[in-house]
């Protein structure tokens, strides 16, 4: 069976910092660009970033560049995301993702074919 | 960006009644790269179709998905209990990727 299993969510202060882990199952990981999406709560979706199949290429949605970090360890199966200067409007629900899409000149495009249940990420004081 | 629009936000339809959901965008979407994801509380959104019109793997036939350019619609034939949920077009024919807001269509 195919799964993506989140983990990592949890309560921090503004400023702080996160790392969200993502395992595969069922499928050869090492062959997929990968992605984060977000739901703040009783919002709607959100592209957080993805990750080439051999880590070699990253891309991020402007509200995350410089403050988070994508990466991937083929060798464990297993997605991150690295958080750091978390503010409030950074309080949703993570979601790992599998990518199915193409390249042109500004990166990966793809939709999702296979999700994780989602890690819930807080930042308040 | 690409921002979407998708309307109604609310649909209230009884079991059995046709389902029409409309994503609008701002600008045309490359190659008709555009999907629909249905979400059900607490749970993970689930892909029911990709390119417009394509069914993914195991989505039940009374799905459908059309249209080009700015103007697509998901389709629901007729609706059954397990349908009632939210639904969201993405577009993934320009970067960044992006979402409309959401239909939600509830049991009248």
């Known amino acids: 069976e195919v799964q993506l299993v989140e983990s990592g969510g949890g309560l921090v202060q503004p400023g702080g910092s996160l790392r969200l882990s993502c395992a595969a199952s069922?499928?050869?990981?090492?062959?997929?660009?990968m992605s984060w999406v977000r739901q703040a709560p009783g919002k709607g979706l959100e592209w957080v970033a993805n990750i080439k199949q051999d880590g070699s290429e990253k891309y991020y949605v402007d509200s995350v560049k410089g403050r988070f970090t994508i990466s991937r360890d083929n060798a464990k199966n297993s997605l991150y995301l690295q958080m750091n200067s978390l503010r409030a409007e950074d309080t949703a629900v993570y979601y790992c993702?599998?990518?199915?899409?193409?390249?042109?000149?500004?990166?990966?495009?793809?939709?999702?074919?296979?999700w994780g249940k989602g890690t819930t990420v807080t930042v308040s004081s | 960006e690409i921002v979407l629009t998708q309307s109604p936000a609310t649909l209230s339809l009884s079991p059995g009644e046709r389902a029409t959901l409309s994503c609008g965008a701002s600008?045309?979407?490359?190659?008709?790269?555009l999907a629909w994801y249905q979400q059900k509380p607490g749970l993970a959104p689930r892909l029911l179709i990709y390119?417009?019109?394509s069914r993914a793997t195991g989505i039940p036939d009374r799905f459908s998905g059309s249209g080009s350019g700015t103007d697509f619609t998901l389709t629901i034939s007729r609706l059954e209990p397990e349908d009632f949920a939210v639904y969201y077009c993405?577009?993934?024919?320009?970067?960044?990727?992006?979402f409309g807001q959401g239909t939600k269509v509830e049991i009248k």
């Open positions: 600008q045309s979407v490359s190659s008709s790269y």
């Open positions: 993405q577009q993934y024919g320009s970067s960044p990727r992006t």
């Open positions: 069922g499928f050869t990981f090492s062959s997929y660009w």
């Open positions: 390119d417009a019109s």
């Open positions: 993702a599998r990518d199915l899409g193409y390249y042109d000149s500004s990166g990966y495009l793809a939709y999702m074919d296979v």
